[in-house]
């Protein structure tokens, strides 16, 4: 405000006469305030009110005495006030209108940027994936590694098999080998008992008659 004073009084300046100080006012108050006045007027108490209204004067002018009519019939200055409420209605049912549809620009803008932020992200997103799908095709999988892991598995599992089986045989080997060279004195032995019985039969007398 001193700013403003000091602007007015400065002497370096010559004095615009055709300027014509208009008031000052918060455009954001009061297009709140339109929108207050017109979102009330479009609800269903603001037309029980103004009914209300119309019949108490209404019902006055005509059954009240002639002295306290304000507004006799044809109730001109009813219908002034009606009038003037219109034209003021039409203007601020307008502001608070061009007031919605600013915010509502201003929504449809910001939707259709996020939806492109978001439309970039999910394209961004996409190629990653596919990239990463071309890289993991060359890289071996869960799956693969268990099979080939599955396989090894079974291949051990053949070679223990068949490495048990060759030392059940070898060892079956070593036990007939070693049977054989333990039946070999055997029989000698009993060959030699065999030929000491036979000699000793042989030297024996004959038995007397």
């Known amino acids: ?90 203007p601020l049912i307008l502001l608070a209108q061009n007031r919605q549809a600013d915010r509502d620009r201003l929504t449809m803008e910001e939707d259709r940027r996020r939806a492109q932020a978001q439309k970039a992200d999910t394209e961004y997103l996409a190629r990653e994936i596919a990239s990463l799908r071309i890289a993991m095709g060359e890289v071996a999988t869960r799956d693969f590694l268990r099979g080939e892991l599955s396989r090894m598995a079974e291949e051990l599992d053949d070679a223990a098999h068949r490495r048990s089986k060759a030392d059940r045989k070898e060892i079956r080997k070593q036990v007939r080998a070693a049977s054989t060279s333990l039946s070999e004195p055997i029989a000698d032995a009993d060959a030699a008992a065999d030929g000491y019985d036979d000699d000793e039969v042989l030297d024996e007398p004959a038995p007397r008659r």
């Open 1 to 90: 405000m001193a700013d403003r004073a000091s602007d007015r009084q400065r002497l370096d300046q010559p004095r615009d006469p055709r300027r014509i100080s208009l008031p000052r006012w918060d455009p954001e108050a009061f297009g709140r305030l339109s929108e207050g006045i017109a979102r009330f007027m479009g609800t269903a108490r603001f037309l029980v009110y103004m009914t209300v209204f119309i019949l108490a004067w209404i019902v006055w002018n005509t059954v009240a005495p002639k002295g306290m009519r304000f507004d006799p019939y044809t109730f001109t200055f009813l219908t002034l006030i009606l009038s003037l409420q219109a034209s003021y209605a039409a």
